[in-house]
């Protein structure tokens, strides 16, 4: 088994005054966030709003222009302890396609380090009603059970902190209960990114919203809803503060 990193750090995530731009277009703003250990945050906002290129900053896969991030005091884009407590899930997530299943948890599981492997898998397998596609090659299973598997995946080494996007994407209603209620039971500081405010409600307690790659509001969800009407939709709320950014 990998050796676990200690959390160096009371903010297992933190990103101070980020800015990345892709050619002309600044896709985050000089965003901040701060994320205390065993928080579940979630980062909302609309299609392009940035949330994706947050996470891929946070996890290490792109540097920011400017600014600096650590991940349980470790830097993101450089440390080896970072990557270790951490769980990714991309939007879009596909496992390799040429193996099965059970091929993909194995490998993924062997590279983590993961102690008691095979309990870990049958775990996670019977979770997430996986039991009937263990030999089946991921090019031959649908897009919901492949998500299933990429869910699988990301927190197969039970790790410390977990980054996801739309982690719900492509699952029946079923499937959907099922990752819920999973991903509950973890003891993990969570940051998942949504556009969708009752996967929010459903997986995080406090929020992050942007827009254009910049912070608009943060606080807990009833904080939220209880900036509108007694009768107002909390997507109502959301929405009237995105239209106000320029």
């Not at 392009?48 to 290129?53: D, R, V």
């Not at 790790?159 to 973890?186: A, G, H, R, T």
């Not at 807990?220 to 009768?231: I, Q, T, V, W, Y």
Request: include cysteine; charge should be neutral; proline fraction near 4%.
């Amino acid at each position: 088994m990998l050796t676990e990193p200690e959390i160096l750090d009371h903010s297992c995530i933190r990103a101070m005054n980020i800015t990345k731009t892709f050619g002309q277009t600044k896709a985050i703003n000089g965003l901040t966030v701060d994320i205390s250990c065993g928080s579940r945050v979630a980062l909302l906002g609309p299609n392009g709003a940035g949330k994706s290129t947050v996470l891929k900053l946070l996890v290490g896969l792109m540097k920011p222009d400017f600014g600096e991030i650590t991940i349980g005091g470790y830097p993101a884009d450089s440390s080896m302890e970072a990557k270790k407590l951490l769980g990714y899930l991309p939007e879009d997530a596909t496992p390799y396609i040429s193996l099965t299943v059970k091929e993909n948890l194995q490998y993924v599981g062997a590279i983590r380090g993961v102690r008691d492997l095979d309990s870990r898998i049958e775990y996670l397998v019977s979770e997430l009603g996986l039991q009937d596609f263990l030999s089946t090659k991921i090019l031959k299973v649908s897009r919901g059970t492949r998500q299933k598997v990429s869910v699988a995946m990301s927190i197969i080494h039970s790790p410390k902190i977990v980054l996801m996007d739309e982690p719900l994407n492509y699952l029946d209603i079923p499937s959907q209960e099922n990752v819920i209620q999973m991903l509950s039971q973890m003891n993990s500081t969570f940051l998942i990114s949504t556009h969708i405010m009752s996967i929010a409600e459903r997986l995080t307690d406090d929020v992050i919203i942007i827009a254009r790659g910049q912070e608009i509001w943060k606080g807990k969800r009833n904080e939220l809803r209880s900036l509108g009407h007694s009768d107002e939709p909390v997507e109502a709320i959301v929405s009237r503060m995105m239209k106000n950014v320029r």
